[in-house]
């Protein structure tokens, strides 16, 4: 991805260039709006767990509504996304004040064509990431204390896992500013500050990093299998998360 004042161009390599140009664009929008919706369903969980621990569960009926509104939201984006492309001949064009593209496979959008999709995409996967994480922050401080004043009630085993819980959590949260890190970089390219391989490159590698739903479920079997030698303490475990 070049960002830049007056568009934003993406480079591909992959194997979508041996299928078409527009190919590697959906794979790209597809991935972008799920790197951003998993930073709403690290958020989603945290009130989930702050939820549990002062309610009953959910019904399956509840849990499916929930999961049908959130859905909604990814298709919808996933949809604006298609509108967001310019003509290729225009876009290598108009960058290449910074590059020569003319080698390689480009897709990507102008200032010049000024729509609104591409305000809402922009807000959608660069301007909720901020906001998103401060409310990651604050929702697991409220899940710690939480967990803190029940710490008196908790038996041996709960109080094991409670200190398994507690890393996973602190974990968990940081992951949204693996994007946070993704979205500066962006900005810093998309006010002209700086132009370079090296800023581009920082981009994608963060963006690669902070896939935060997959690391989630990877950093919450990894804490359950720290203390879970036992089908009942792995129940028990699972219920807490």
């Known amino acids: ?131 998103v994480t401060i409310i990651v922050f604050i929702v697991r401080s409220r899940v710690l204390a939480t967990l803190k004043q029940k710490h008196a009630k908790m038996s041996v085993k709960s109080l094991q896992i409670h200190r398994i819980l507690v890393k996973v959590l602190t974990l968990q949260a940081c992951l949204p500013a693996l994007y946070t890190l993704t979205i500066i970089c962006y900005f810093i390219g998309k006010h002209g500050l700086l132009h370079s391989p090296i800023n581009e490159h920082a981009i994608r590698v963060f963006c690669s990093l902070s896939k935060e739903e997959a690391n989630c479920k990877i950093l919450t079997y990894c804490g359950v299998a720290l203390f879970a030698k036992t089908k009942g303490e792995v129940n028990d475990a699972m219920m807490l998360y």
């Open 1 to 131: 991805m070049i960002p830049a004042p007056f568009g934003t161009a993406m480079v591909y390599l992959g194997p979508c260039t041996i299928i078409s140009p527009f190919s590697c664009h959906i794979g790209h929008s597809a991935m972008m709006n799920a790197q951003t919706y998993s930073i709403y369903i690290v958020a989603v969980s945290f009130f989930y767990r702050l939820y549990i621990l002062k309610h009953n569960a959910p019904t399956q009926r509840t849990m499916a509504g929930i999961c049908f509104i959130m859905m909604v939201l990814p298709v919808c984006m996933f949809t604006l996304t298609f509108l967001t492309i310019d003509s290729e001949t225009e876009v290598r064009e108009a960058f290449r004040v910074i590059y020569n593209l003319d080698y390689y496979v480009v897709q990507g959008h102008l200032a010049s064509h000024s729509r609104k999709v591409i305000k809402i995409s922009t807000i959608y996967n660069a301007g909720s990431c901020l906001p």
